[in-house]
């Protein structure tokens, strides 16, 4: 079993390489591609924590056979969709005030990583000690 100092260490840092992957996304659906600022955080968003649902299940908080993977399925997907609405709003927030997407997308980032953390600790990858 992981220590929980590790456990938050890794999750810190997939967060951190997540977050990457969602702002390279954002970054090539929003200047490159020319798209919304809705459409191009919908995307990045979505394509981000599909990936994080798998490393997180599978590597941070290693239940690669748990037999609830339906179960933390849903409960991860409500949490990512609260998580998306807040990020959304914190986003057009700071659109609406400096014209651009990325600063808005970091604060929400820190925001919901540290909200997600607890959350997915002790209710969606829960172990039964």
């Known amino acids: 079993m992981k220590s929980k100092e590790k456990i938050v260490t890794l999750y810190l840092l997939v967060s951190g390489g997540v977050g990457l992957i969602y702002m390279g996304l954002l970054y090539i659906l929003d200047s490159v591609a020319g798209y919304s600022p809705a459409v191009s955080v919908t995307g990045a968003y979505v394509t981000a924590m599909s990936f994080y649902f798998i490393i997180n299940k599978l590597v941070i908080f290693g239940r690669f056979k748990s037999g609830r993977s339906g179960r933390e399925f849903l ?40 909200l997600t953390y607890l959350v997915f600790d002790r209710i969606v990858f829960k172990t039964r000690d």
């Open 75 to 114: 409960q991860f997907a409500l949490v990512v969709t609260v998580n998306y609405f807040v990020t959304r709003f914190i986003v057009q927030g700071i659109h609406a005030l400096t014209g651009e997407v990325y600063s808005g997308s970091v604060l929400a980032g820190v925001i919901t990583i540290s």
